[in-house]
């Protein structure tokens, strides 16, 4: 593995830039095997140069904003944003999909989801969204097949060592059910670690929660009905 470094339109995440996404995030209080499961990558990651992502940062990205950084854009073109999404995934509801089994690439290590049917409709679902508020210029993100990151790496390391002892967990697979997805602003920084490295870390503040359930509607942070 390599060091991971967080992209935006292409080139290495600007300074400071905090980024429009929408995510799909697991309750590990309610998911329980997905809970040890992630407990038991993260002990195999521990020797690793890898930055685990803990309960209040393991999702399933579903989809950037990337056509401009979050400072730029409103209150009005976030509600807008909110709406859309809400609209398009009325009548989607909550998605219960297989994590696991865990594997090492070049940027740390993360979690195989399946099966992708209902998950690339969430994901499309999202995207029309997007599209429609923010236009197709919106869309420059590719993260491949839905997965959740495990952590990220900050220096290079044997990831086929990782993946051997990733591969001894048992079992290797938990059920995770999402059932609404969150707009985020999300932010990545480099931080220090003690042999001097700099490791990119994240963490976001939330826009709102759309619940995957029929009539869907938005709930903003703090409301007391979510």
């Known amino acids: 593995m390599e060091k991971f470094t967080p992209k935006f ?30 407990a038991e990558c993260h002990e195999a990651m521990r020797p690793y140069p890898i930055t685990a992502m803990g309960a209040d940062t393991l999702h399933c990205t579903l989809e950037m904003v990337a056509d401009t950084t979050s400072d730029k854009i409103g209150e009005k073109e976030r509600e807008q944003l909110v709406a859309a999404l809400r609209t398009h995934l009325a009548g989607l509801g909550p998605l219960e999909v297989l994590a696991g089994s865990p594997i090492a690439n070049r940027a740390g290590a993360f979690l195989d989801l399946s099966p992708d049917e209902h ?3 969430l994901q499309s679902r999202v ?100």
């Open 9 to 38: 339109q292409g080139s290495p995440w600007p300074y400071g830039a905090r980024v429009l996404h929408v995510y799909a995030v697991p309750d590990l209080t309610v998911d329980l095997p997905l809970a040890r499961l992630v």
């Open 119 to 121: 998950l690339v409709e």
């Open 127 to 226: 995207r029309d969204a997007i599209r429609e508020v923010r236009g197709a210029g919106a869309l420059l993100h590719d993260g491949g097949r839905a997965h959740m990151s495990l952590g990220y790496a900050w220096t290079e390391a044997s990831s086929d060592a990782l993946q051997t002892v990733l591969r001894r967990i048992s079992p290797s697979h938990a059920s995770v059910r999402f059932t609404s997805v969150q707009l985020l602003d999300v932010l990545f920084r480099q931080e220090p670690r003690p042999d001097g490295a700099m490791a990119w870390e994240l963490s976001w503040d939330l826009v709102a929660t759309i619940p995957l359930t029929a009539g869907t509607t938005a709930v903003p942070p703090g409301d007391a009905s979510s």
